[in-house]
């Protein structure tokens, strides 16, 4: 099982020019060529301090701290990108544990809930990724390619984290329930008083609009996981690709495995900013239906009373 490092998630921020600079900055200051002479300085001084001012220890005071100055100056001048690789190096690694962490406890969540078809898109993902990775990273020319398919591969597993919410929510809707009562209310609705009447329409307009409003959300699951299947197909074909012709070469060409995993990749994200407004109007569905409720037994309680 995959642990998770103490040191908190990454976000954006991390890799901002403003966040490496900071980093690069405190690894100059806190390099032991930078601290061990400048607290050696700081010793000596203090001694100067305490026992009295000598010519040894003024140079060596001053000696040390030449050396921790000149040692912080190298360090950020010369070393400024060495170091900021392996702050974003080191970032990236941090987000990839995080990551793969997440994509653990979605199949975990999946198995425990019985959503078979997000385990089986989980498991294809991951192993069409692992493919894909592996390979380009066999290239050093396959840079724009590698980051695009980590992007893809990202957006697949929160497509299909989107459809594993998504039917939870529909878990909670008896649909079958809901027809019954539809079909019960719709014979009783010959005859009735016009109070009745009203009240009856709104609470049969309310079980239809939850009706539907399960059937959109099943439809979303559908897409949802749809595009989890595209970006796994975009994957594997562009393993394929880079085995044809080079890194550069497929991510400039529109029509190849590069076009196909970003086209995959903007699919994706425009059904999950669909989901969460569906997943909404279903909250909104059940408000209504909880509401005309409600005034049914208000309005029968008003008839009966007067």
Known sequence: MATVPIEPKTSEEDFTPRAVERAVRNEAVQHPLTILPTATALGFGFWNLVVGLSVASLAGMLGFAFIGGVSAAYQYLMRHEDHAKRYVDGKLALRRR??????????????????????????????????????????????????????????????????????????????????????????????????????LTRRMAAIEQRIAGDRELGELVDELLARAVEIETALETAVLDLAARGGRELADAEGGAGGQLAMALEAARRVQARAGGGTRREMDGDAEYLQAGRRERTEKESTHGG
């Open 98 to 199: 995080y990551e793969a962490q997440e994509v653990q406890d979605l199949e975990g969540d999946c198995r425990r809930a019985g959503f078979t078809d997000g385990i089986q898109r989980i498991a294809a993902l991951r192993a069409a990724y692992a493919t894909f990775e592996r390979r380009t990273r066999e290239r050093n020319d396959a840079d724009t390619v590698e980051h695009l398919g980590r992007d893809a591969f990202r957006e697949g597993v929160a497509a299909v984290r989107r459809a594993f919410e998504i039917q939870a929510v529909r878990r909670d809707t008896d649909v079958a329930r809901l027809v019954r009562e539809r079909d019960e209310w719709t014979r009783r609705r010959p005859g009735g008083a016009p109070q009745e009447d009203r009240a």
